[in-house]
């Protein structure tokens, strides 16, 4: 029962990590391109105009990097959060990730034993 709880909540994380950081990439990539066109019409433009259209791109451009670290910080949280999920189905179940990572071991030997 324990082994299905671990399991189910790290997939839910990761899911939900994959989720957030595609989400969050979109966001930003939106972001840069709009900053990148308020800034290329402002390089065609004097005056009073095109300071204020630089100045806009400029504050687009610090809106993109401020998510850019939000989303950063809550991946680098999800991250810690599985691998102590990890640790913890490990200590638990100490025989079954041997034979897990012997059972790697041996189909990586298997696969590169062939080339």
Avoid at 35 to 61: C, I, P, V, W, Y
């Amino acid at each position: 029962m324990l082994e299905k709880f671990t399991r189910a909540n790290a997939n839910a994380a990761a899911s939900s990590v994959n989720n957030k950081l595609d989400d969050a990439n979109s966001q930003v990539k939106d972001l840069v391109k709009d900053a990148q066109a308020l800034l290329s019409a402002a390089a065609s433009l004097t005056g009073g105009k095109a300071d204020e259209l630089r100045e806009r791109g400029m504050d687009l451009l610090d809106v993109a990097l401020g998510k850019a670290g939000k989303y950063q910080d809550q991946a680098l949280d999800k991250g810690k959060e599985l691998a102590k999920t990890a640790d913890v189905y490990v200590k638990d179940n100490p025989w079954r990730t041997v034979a897990a990572a012997a059972g790697v071991g041996l189909l990586l030997g298997v696969l590169l034993g062939r080339k």
